[in-house]
């Protein structure tokens, strides 16, 4: 017979057989609404587990009356929030939509995002075009300025960089992010070797698309002035990488990591698609000149499916400029936050390995059970947003998964298993 | 411990691992005395229910 634990082990071997046997390629770039037909008019995609505008935090409103705007629901910003607060959106989890999104994480219908297709699995994951820095919509901006922006990636970006990646065949990414662990980079607060590797690999195909020589001009100066361009890529990434691995009965293994801003979930692939939530923490960081503590908004964002895949915060050890960016302390003390994250995970990625820790594999398999034993909360690298709407980014840090989403997963996944105390 | 022993500790350099509260090794660390800090807490963070379940669970 078999007995519990020997399930569990089984079950887990599978998932992290499923993990690393993920095979993620860019393949295109289309409007959100050809990519997911369920997403309706008037349906706004958000980051983090499910919320409701009356517990919406100030940048992710800020956002959604900005979206509501771009795609010519409200006239202005007033009467798009007054929309939302009557109930005339419908809000769900860019997660419930094989999506995610940085930040406040707004997707809608006519936004383009990049495909990534798990070539091994089949499955196809979501996620939208990064703004660049400072004041964007992901960070809660959203003025004239914010929605040029975005009409600009839908008109122009978009449409080149999906026919470049068609002409192309697609990037391969597990090679880039192998490759840019050993140029600085964590894939969350630092892509500047990844960002620079992808607009290699597409500078060509692009100059093939027939776009205009200006615009072409534009497109490449964006991606290459965006050090953190390639972030949205990892991110749908995770998503292709984590999405086979969710439901398998018995498995202790994180599939997603999210937060909206005032909740922190997880999933559990044993317990289905069910979210565990937590308040969020606020990060601990540094701030750009003239901002504190005091402007900063909650831990926010989808971009946690990196970490869940091993990258980010679970990866310092191979993006030590990073730590001292971040506020993690010395480029020294980077190696243990990787060390710290090896006791809550089942393996490591023998694809993905740390020169600085003798190329040992990115911590691999996060396992609810390895959590709330240690007492050793997953540590995530993070922007920093500021609490008021419209304004933006105002630093970036470390924070903590809150242990309650962990004990509360462990205590429904033994009822799944029929254990109790 | 003897009387002989504890004065013949107390006599030399100490050389101190501290497991669990850091605070200990941080009032040594003020004082010059080496230090070594272990990171430790009770399992499941000494919730005695959590810690069986998790037992239970393969742990």
């Known amino acids: 017979m078999t007995t519990i634990r020997e399930t569990i082990d089984e079950a887990n071997a599978e998932a992290l057989r499923r993990m690393l046997a993920a095979d993620p390629v860019l393949v295109d770039v289309i409007p959100a609404g050809e990519a997911m037909p369920a997403l309706g008019d008037r349906t706004i995609l958000h980051a983090g587990p499910p919320i409701d505008w009356d517990r919406m935090c100030g940048p992710m409103r800020g956002a959604v009356a900005g979206i509501a705007v771009f795609e010519g629901w409200a006239p202005d910003l007033k009467i798009a929030a007054t929309m939302a607060a009557e109930g005339m959106f419908d809000f769900q989890p860019n997660h419930h939509f094989d999506a995610v999104g940085p930040m406040t994480g707004m997707t809608t219908m006519s936004q383009p995002v990049m495909v990534v297709e798990n070539r091994t699995f089949g499955n196809r994951a979501f996620c939208a075009i990064n703004e660049g820095l400072g004041k964007v919509m992901r960070f809660g901006g959203n003025d004239e300025e914010v929605r040029a922006r975005l009409r600009w990636l839908r008109d122009v970006l978009g449409p080149s960089l999906g026919q470049a990646l068609r002409l192309g065949g697609g990037i391969e990414l597990k090679n880039i992010i192998a490759r840019g662990l050993t140029m600085g980079d964590e894939m969350h607060q630092r892509n500047v070797g990844c960002s620079g590797l992808f607009l290699r690999s597409i500078a060509a195909p692009l100059a093939r698309t027939g776009t205009d020589h200006l615009d072409l001009a534009e497109i490449l100066g964006f991606v290459a002035g965006n050090d953190q361009f390639f972030l949205n890529v990892a991110m749908v990434m995770g998503k292709a990488i984590m999405d086979p691995v969710r439901d398998i009965d018995g498995s202790t293994i994180v599939t997603a990591m999210s937060r909206n801003g005032t909740d922190f979930g997880i999933r559990v692939s044993g317990t289905g698609d069910r979210w565990f939530t937590a308040p969020v923490e606020m990060p601990a960081g540094l701030y750009f000149p003239g901002f504190t503590e005091e402007d900063a908004n909650p831990d926010m964002g989808d971009s946690t499916i990196v970490e869940t895949i091993g990258l980010g915060g679970f990866a310092m050890a191979a993006a030590p400029a990073v730590a001292g960016f971040v506020g993690a302390g010395a480029a020294s003390e980077a190696a243990n936050y990787t060390k710290a994250m090896g006791e809550i995970t089942l393996s490591e990625n023998p694809e993905w390995t740390i020169p600085g820790l003798d190329y040992a594999g990115v911590p691999t398999g996060i396992d609810i059970r390895l959590v709330v034993e240690t007492g050793i909360a997953p540590t995530i690298n993070t922007g920093i947003a500021h609490k008021e709407p419209g304004i933006g980014q105002v630093g970036a840090g470390v924070v903590k998964a809150p242990m309650d989403c962990f004990k509360q997963a462990v205590f429904a996944f033994a009822q799944e298993m029929g254990v109790s105390a | ?59």
């Open chain 2, 1 to 59: 411990m003897s009387d002989q022993a504890h004065n013949g500790l107390l006599g030399k350099q100490l050389k101190v691992i501290n497991v669990g509260l850091d605070g200990f090794s941080k009032e040594l660390a003020d004082r010059d005395v080496p230090v070594v800090q272990v990171q430790w807490s009770p399992p499941a963070g000494g919730d005695p229910k959590l810690a069986e379940l998790l037992s239970k669970l393969g742990l």
